[in-house]
């Protein structure tokens, strides 16, 4: 905690604009000259202020405002839940909460939205702020959130990784300004790093510590990267060896979504499964060229496999999903909506073999019948979500059969499907916490 002697600038952001974050909420800052939007500082408060917001302090002591008399730590915790404008704004109001406001232990994250802030000198502004008694480190700071601020560029990112060794978690979704240089400086600098979200960001093609380690395909020095959490949803322009730079150097990953990486093929997932053995939860929904060697290559997951993504892999069958179902067992979600070589079949090897499921997804499976969900009712007994939106054989036999087995049963999709009310209000009566979503104006 800072002294009252210590003259050190303070962030501030108008009133009446949103943007800068701390966790919870958003504001942003903007030059009234420059229409854009900026950090400022200024120097801590005198101890009397003349503000119309707080002429309470000069008042009579029987007239103070009640939060006045609240000790130092019961404020830090109130202020732990303001975002980051208003906290700024409170360090602004007198000596002592401008102390409190920037007390370290509200400063483990930062978060900015919005499309029109300046994102690079606002981090610099507040990493400047933040590294005053520990000069050019930011040791507190575990977090930055900073996704959909399209004006963020690598200069942000340079910041981060220079003044923040302690950084845990990255987000910069949408930022599609940030490039590969950028991401290594990142991963390189801040090791204890573990959650990294670069969705939508498409100029990001591979993770390593250096571009010349990235040609390699080793690490440097053999230092590894600690990323556990790893989104690039929307990374069009990501290809196998991207993916297999990725598998060398994140050895130790457990959830990796590649949601929409269109340019992958089961070349990239063989990649993947030799160097991440670990992995938890896979989405690879929407890489058309995945198929069922593909899923071959993911049954080498087996039990460790918890989550399973192939939405709209047109190219996945019921082999595919035998080779799933037969290794790994402990499966609990799997989203294969889309997958229209899927059959009862494949239904029945997932049933038998994984009996521990909890939720499914396989609308727009037409070749899916009532013969499927009988096999699916049997044995997944802990089922609580099942979503068969568009298939086109499912009667309301087959529901009646699932709702009188799972009785656990929370959400069930069944839109655009030829169920009649009896059915949906048997399912209702079986499955008293279940939500159904349908598309049947007579049920209501």
Not at 131 to 147: A, H, I, K
Request: hydrophobic content about 35%.
């Amino acid at each position: 905690m800072r002294t009252l002697s210590t003259p050190s600038p303070a962030l501030i952001c108008p009133p009446n604009l949103p943007g800068f974050q701390n966790g919870r909420g958003s504001s942003t800052s903007s030059s009234s000259i420059t229409g854009e939007t900026v950090a400022m500082v200024h120097s801590p408060p005198p101890t009397r202020l003349t503000h119309p917001l707080i002429r309470l302090a000069s008042r009579p002591q029987k007239e103070q405002a009640s939060i006045e008399r609240l000790p130092d730590h019961a404020m830090v915790q109130i202020f732990s839940f303001l975002p980051t404008n208003q906290l700024c704004r409170c360090a602004r109001v007198c000596r002592r909460w401008y102390n409190l406001a920037w007390d370290p232990r509200l400063w483990r994250t930062i978060r900015l939205t919005g499309e029109t802030i300046n994102v690079d000198r606002a981090l610099k502004v507040l990493t400047r702020r933040l590294c005053q008694d520990t000069p050019n480190v930011c040791l507190m700071l575990e977090t930055v959130s900073v996704s959909g601020c399209r004006r963020l560029t690598d200069r942000g990112l340079y910041t981060i990784a220079q003044c923040c060794p302690e950084l845990r978690r990255l987000e910069v979704s949408g930022c599609y300004n940030i490039s590969n240089e950028a991401v290594f400086d990142v991963v390189s600098l801040c090791p204890n790093l573990e959650h990294l979200d670069v969705s939508g960001c498409s100029k990001v093609t591979c993770i390593s510590l250096t571009r010349e380690a990235s040609i390699k395909l080793s690490p440097l020095h053999g230092k590894q990267i600690s990323i556990r959490y790893l989104d690039m949803t929307d990374c069009f322009v990501l290809e196998d060896e991207g993916l297999h730079t990725i598998a060398a150097h994140c050895t130790q990953l457990t959830h990796l979504y590649l949601r929409r990486c269109v340019r992958l093929t089961d070349e990239g997932l063989r990649y993947l499964m030799i160097y991440c053995s670990s992995i938890k939860e896979l989405s690879v929904s929407d890489c058309r060229f995945v198929s069922d060697f593909g899923l071959r290559e993911i049954a080498k997951l087996e039990s460790r496999l918890r989550y399973l993504s192939i939405a709209h892999c047109g190219r996945v069958t019921d082999v595919g999903i035998r080779y799933v179902a037969k290794y790994c067992g402990k499966l609990r979600y799997l989203n294969a909506r889309g997958c229209e070589g899927i059959t009862d079949h494949g239904v029945e090897y997932l049933a038998k073999n994984c009996a521990k499921l909890k939720s499914l997804d396989i609308g727009k499976c037409p070749l899916v019948s009532d013969t499927g969900l009988e096999c699916l009712a049997l044995n997944c007994f802990n089922l609580k979500r099942l979503s068969l939106k568009s298939c086109e054989s499912i009667t309301g036999q087959g529901l009646q059969i699932v709702a009188a087995n799972c009785f656990d049963l929370q959400m069930l999709n069944v839109q655009d499907c030829e169920v009649s009310v009896e059915a949906l209000r048997f399912v209702k009566r079986h499955c008293k916490r279940c939500v159904i979503e349908h598309t049947n104006p007579a049920f209501f």
